[in-house]
């Protein structure tokens, strides 16, 4: 890992980390290329807003998720290949349900070049804790959804799920990240750190 990045466990140990690219419960439906452990890497710029958020949500007895920081460009370029076998849909039902894969370069939910690879964005929800459990907010649709009621803007979802949306945007607008307006979860640190570098470093 070269200097700049961190381990997001390692600079917000109370953060909630599940990264779903290291295993198969991803739209792929298998390790994603790069994706060598468990972890979830960030450029230390984004670790260090992201702590400002976490601390606000501790405070209300809920804590950051994040499913996805910095995304190896082998990991892009695993997405590119999959994206062109249309025959391979294993997790359609679950992940893009309602939209042809052939689509989802098209409509913005896969791209061949990615915020992720320059470490400035990052999949991120809200939690907390239930029955000693840590349980997902209604977000209206779960994360990697690629349908158009994952758009933060949607009216499909219930208005518990609008204010859970509106709120983790709040919180990530307020501690220096943008949103974007196709998927509820994924924001990009407006200062990042190397705008113009794609890093293709593995997770290990």
Do not use: C
């Not at 960030?42 to 606000?56: D, F, H, M, T, Y």
């Not at 294993?90 to 470490?119: D, W």
């Amino acid at each position: 890992m070269p200097d700049g990045f961190v381990d997001i466990s390692e600079a917000i140990p109370t953060i909630q980390v599940e990264a779903r690219y290291a295993g198969f419960d991803n739209f792929v439906g298998q390790p994603i290329d790069g994706y060598d452990a468990h972890k979830v890497i960030v450029s230390q710029e984004v670790a260090l807003a992201l702590k400002a958020v976490q601390a606000e949500l501790v405070q209300q007895g809920m804590s950051l998720k994040i499913y996805d920081g910095y995304r190896p460009q082998r990991a892009v370029d695993h997405f590119v290949r999959w994206a062109q076998d249309e025959n391979d849909t294993l997790n359609k039902h679950k992940f893009y349900p309602a939209v042809p894969k052939s689509k989802l370069f098209e409509l913005g939910y896969i791209a061949a070049r990615s915020g992720h690879s320059r470490g400035g964005s990052v999949d991120v929800t809200i939690v907390q804790v239930t029955h000693d459990v840590w349980v997902d907010l209604d977000m209206g649709s779960s994360w990697d959804l690629f349908d158009p009621k994952s758009h933060p803007s949607s009216d499909e979802v219930s208005e518990t799920a609008r204010q859970n949306r509106q709120k983790l945007a709040n919180l990530m607008i307020k501690y220096g990240f943008k949103p974007y307006a196709e998927e509820w979860w994924h924001f990009t640190l407006k200062a990042e750190p190397y705008p113009e570098t794609y890093f293709n470093f593995s997770i290990k």
